[in-house]
């Protein structure tokens, strides 16, 4: 993530420079560029990785594989409250609250729809993060890992969005 706002930072401070007459234009190298970009790309392509197991786990609990999980010695408020405590110390970004967080995971509305739609869903997001890992070099190893994952979710999400397997 830092990454990112540094290179939005260096891009916005040339962009600054090549307005400004009888300033030096600063030259920056190409595979500095390069290596920022496949940050990006990399980082992006994590973050479709991560939706879709979200994804896959939305459709696991529609269809009724996987069910959620019962508090015996507390309450959801409790697991959240502990997790996110450490978290609190920090003034940016605002700290997220249990009602909020209520909110945005709203399991009612994802139970609706079909699990197969959902796995759909989830297809779609590995191919993107397939894409995203295919532009990168393969010289870089955690990027070769990722794209193995990312071919292999992708497969295994289409098994499961024609009905393969049902009964297990």
Known sequence: MWGCFKAAMEVQKRSEMAGVKGSKKVKTSKKVDREKENQILLMQGKQQLARGCLRVIEAMLSAGRITRPSFAYGS????????????????????LTHEIYLERSDMDAVMKQEANVLMGHAVDVFKTATDLFEKLPHDIPEAANLLKVAKTNTVVCKLLSSGHKKES
């Open 76 to 95: 959801e408020r409790t697991r959240f409250h502990h997790r996110f405590q450490a978290l609190n110390a920090f003034d940016r970004p605002q700290a």
